[in-house]
C-alpha cells in the first residue's frame, strides 16, 4: 500500500512509544475504528479521559492517519503480512502491530460491509424538473432584482431515490447545458 507523507507521520506517532504509552495505544486504535464505525464524524469520539494528556493536534493527525490506513487496508483486502510489513516500515513494536491486527481483523468485515455500500458508480438521474425564481431583496434589504433557477435532481442509487436540489443563474444553467451536451456528444462518439 502506497501512503502519503503525512499518512506516514502520523502512523509513525501511532507506533512511537514515547508519543503513546503502553496504555494509550490501544484507546486510540479502537477510538479510530469506533470512528469510522459508530461516530458518523463525532469530533467527541477522541475526548476520552485516557488521552486528556495527550495533544490535541497530534492526536487527530495520528487519527486521520490511523483511519487511512484502515480504510486502505479493508480496501486492498490486506492481510497480515501486508499490515505488518508495513507498519514495520513505520517503527511499530510486534506488541503494537500484534494489536492493532488483532482489533483490524475483530471489524474488518463491518468495514467491508460501510465500504461496500458506499457505491461504485455516481447517481443515476431518472427526472428533472425546475422552476424559475425572481429574487426582489437579498438578506440585507438591497436591490436584487435578478432571475434565477430552482433545478431538482431526482436521482437513484442502487434502488434508492434521492433528490438532489440547486439553484443557478441564467449564465450558470446556461454553461451547464453547454457541459452537459459536450458529453452527450463525447459519449455518442466512443459508442460509434
Given at each position: ?21 503502553r496504555c ?18 463525532d469530533p ?72 461496500s455500500s ?75
Amino acid at each position: 500500500m502506497e501512503l502519503s507523507e503525512s499518512v506516514q507521520k502520523g502512523l509513525q506517532s501511532l507506533g512511537d512509544q514515547t508519543v503513546l504509552d503502553r496504555c494509550s495505544f490501544p484507546v486510540v486504535v479502537d477510538a479510530c475504528f469506533r470512528s469510522l464505525l459508530f461516530s458518523r464524524g463525532d469530533p467527541a469520539v477522541l475526548d476520552l479521559p485516557e488521552l486528556k494528556h495527550l495533544d490535541k493536534i497530534l492526536l487527530k493527525q495520528i487519527h486521520a492517519a490511523a483511519t487511512t490506513f484502515i480504510l486502505e487496508a479493508v480496501k486492498h483486502n490486506a492481510d497480515k503480512s501486508t499490515i505488518s510489513f508495513s507498519l514495520e516500515e513505520l517503527t511499530f513494536n510486534t506488541e503494537r502491530i500484534e494489536t492493532f491486527y488483532t482489533t483490524f481483523q475483530k471489524h474488518k468485515k463491518d468495514l467491508e460491509l460501510i465500504l461496500s455500500s458506499i457505491g461504485r458508480g455516481p447517481a443515476h438521474i431518472k427526472d428533472v424538473s425546475w422552476r424559475l425564481q425572481y429574487q426582489m431583496k437579498n438578506g440585507q434589504l438591497d436591490k436584487v432584482n435578478e432571475p434565477f433557477y430552482l433545478i431538482s435532481l431526482s436521482t437513484e442509487t442502487g434502488g434508492a431515490s434521492e433528490d438532489v436540489d440547486f439553484s443557478c443563474t441564467a449564465e450558470q444553467l446556461q454553461d451547464l447545458v453547454g457541459k452537459l451536451k459536450d458529453a452527450a456528444k463525447s459519449v455518442e462518439k466512443a459508442s460509434q
